[in-house]
């Protein structure tokens, strides 16, 4: 069975300020995939950034990147000068390569991040 | 590019009525899912589909039931509708050609069971 663990149900950051948001997961597959997805007020599922558990090196997509910790199971997404747009529930989401889990995204209870001017 | 499409976008049921949730989706996508969003949870799995005719049950399918006849629809029935299905129904759609593929979500029907 997969796990993901999202500690910080409400995160506040000032503008143009870095964030981190937190995002463990547990998992006997091998080989798995780690997602990142954006939910704004209005309601749709965005999706951010992606880190392969055999990448060599942390993923980066514009102003997001991860911080990905193989050994201590964590995935962390770091958004670098964050914007109000920001503002928006963030969930972190896993998929295992092998058997049933891997047809499914295990989500974790998400994380809200309000962005101050 | 239209995506994910899901209607209708809100639908309010009265207990014990049927409705079905439609999503279709222009990508050539082989992968379609369903899943429900409670309150203050992240998304739950209810079924998922690996190409036309094949469907197998995810996390909470008890309640809903689905076909695939083509590879662009994938709807979702509930069949007699209760207070515990109230939530937001996310369908989404990926390609399984590379593992690092994201699911595509549609924007979601926000259903009430009164």
């Known amino acids: 069975a997969q796990k993901i663990t999202q500690t910080q149900p409400g995160m506040f950051v000032q503008e143009k300020e870095a964030v981190t948001l937190d995002c463990t997961y547990d998992t006997s597959d091998q080989s798995y995939g780690l997602f990142w997805y954006k939910q704004p007020s209005s309601g749709e599922m965005i999706f951010l950034i992606y880190q392969g558990s055999y990448d060599e090196q942390n993923a980066t997509e514009g102003r997001y990147s991860l911080n990905f910790q193989k050994a201590r199971k964590s995935a962390n997404l770091v958004i670098s000068a964050s914007q109000l747009g920001d503002s928006a529930m963030y969930f972190c989401a896993m998929r295992g390569f092998s058997g049933a889990g891997s047809y499914q995204l295990t989500f974790g209870k998400g994380t809200k991040l309000s962005v101050i001017p | 590019n239209a995506g994910v499409t899901q209607t209708p976008k809100f639908r309010i049921l009265k207990i014990g009525q049927s409705m079905t949730l439609q999503c279709t989706q222009d990508m050539n996508h082989n992968y379609m899912y369903w899943y429900r969003q409670d309150p203050g949870m992240g998304l739950k799995l209810i079924y998922y589909?690996?190409?036309?005719?094949?469907?197998d049950k995810g996390e909470v399918p008890n309640g809903y039931n689905v076909s695939r006849s083509t590879t662009e629809d994938f709807p979702l029935r509930l069949e007699l509708a209760a207070p515990s299905q109230t939530s937001v129904y996310f369908c989404?759609?990926?390609?399984?050609?590379?593992?690092?593929?994201?699911?595509?979500f549609g924007d979601g029907t926000r259903l009430s069971i009164l």
């Open positions: 989404a759609s990926s390609y399984w050609g590379q593992s690092n593929q994201p699911q595509h």
């Open positions: 589909s690996v190409g036309a005719g094949i469907t």
